[in-house]
């Protein structure tokens, strides 16, 4: 991938102690919140799949499942794990027409600059069925996190709502907090749920 971003950078450097570190966190809480709104054997699309940790529960819950990733070195990683065919996509070049009964975007668009986020919903509500679930998360709070290597884009009430307001076929169907820990650090996050309606 050409002219890589020091976020994908960070991930093709990092993979193997990335995916260590994550690929047992327990997500089941989230997960199966977002699973509530997906038909059972509905096909999803795990957008920045990391390490292929979620794609590999939706396949052992029988979902159908794509999954792709920005880093090339997550993508082995993911293929490895999951069997799967995991592309090597960034979600500027998603290109999808209603296909996915649901897009599960965990803690992946908060690496996209605020100024784009809108172009990516165009491009997630696009690839959704009619009724389809778009679930994505993101560090909660103001303006952008500097870190290690990497960028935040954090988001909180107010740019949700700057968000639905520019992508109107979407519906809010429900926002709420919680907490993970990983080594030291503790992260508040802000979970979304959107349908498209139109």
């Known amino acids: 991938m050409k002219n890589k971003k020091p976020n994908i950078e960070f991930y093709d450097n990092h993979a193997d102690e990335y995916a260590s570190q994550t690929f047992l966190m327990d997500m089941s809480e989230v997960i199966k919140e977002f699973l509530t709104y997906i038909p059972k054997g509905g096909t999803i699309l795990d957008a920045g799949c ?82 389809g679930i778009f679930f994505s998360s993101f560090k909660y709070g103001t303006g952008k996190l500097l870190t290690k290597g990497r960028s935040f884009t954090m988001v909180n009430e107010i740019d949700l709502k700057n968000i639905l307001k520019a992508n109107p076929g979407f519906e809010l169907v429900k926002t709420w907090n919680n907490t993970t820990t990983l080594g030291r650090q503790s992260t508040n996050w802000y979970n979304i749920i959107l349908r498209k309606r139109l």
């Open 50 to 131: 990391g390490s292929g940790r979620d794609s590999l529960y939706f396949l052992q819950q029988g979902y159908q499942v794509m999954a792709f990733d920005a880093s090339i070195n997550m993508t082995r990683i993911a293929r490895k794990n999951t069997g799967l065919a995991v592309l090597n996509l960034r979600f500027q070049d998603m290109n999808y027409d209603k296909m996915f009964d649901g897009v599960w975007a965990c803690a992946s668009l908060l690496h996209i600059e605020k100024i784009e986020l809108n172009s990516i919903f165009q491009r997630i509500f696009q690839s959704l069925k009619q009724d």
